[in-house]
């Protein structure tokens, strides 16, 4: 069974940066298409960027040339590199699998944006 832990969450002010990891156990996840994905209270999880096995990158209009989302096969982590922080952003966020999240869901890691 693949277990997913996030980290690097944290409280930031607007316009400011953070960078997340999801690092995953017991699997390669060289083959796997990943993606980061968020949540608010009372609304659905939402993608916001995704990662191909190939390395192709995907985002959300939302997060477009703010969000990068990056891939380190042999450490079993994807990473997101967060700029520009708005206090829209503010969510926990989750890695999974993607089109469709196939593992468990981890804790996620809180990322909140106020001044």
Request: charged residues 15%; hydrophobic residues 35%; contains cysteine.
């Amino acid at each position: 069974q693949v277990q997913l832990v996030e980290s690097g969450g944290g409280l930031v002010q607007p316009g400011g940066s953070l960078r997340l990891s999801c690092a995953a156990s017991g699997r390669t996840l060289s083959f796997n298409h990943m993606g980061w994905y968020r949540q608010v209270p009372g609304k659905e999880r939402e993608l916001v960027a995704a990662i191909l096995s190939n390395g192709i990158t995907y985002y959300a209009d939302s997060v477009k040339d703010r969000f990068t989302i990056s891939r380190n096969n042999a450490k079993k982590t994807i990473y997101l590199q967060m700029n520009s922080l708005k206090p829209e952003d503010t969510a926990v966020y989750y890695c999974n699998t993607r089109p469709q999240p196939m593992w468990a869901w981890g804790q996620g890691t809180q990322v909140t944006v106020s001044s």
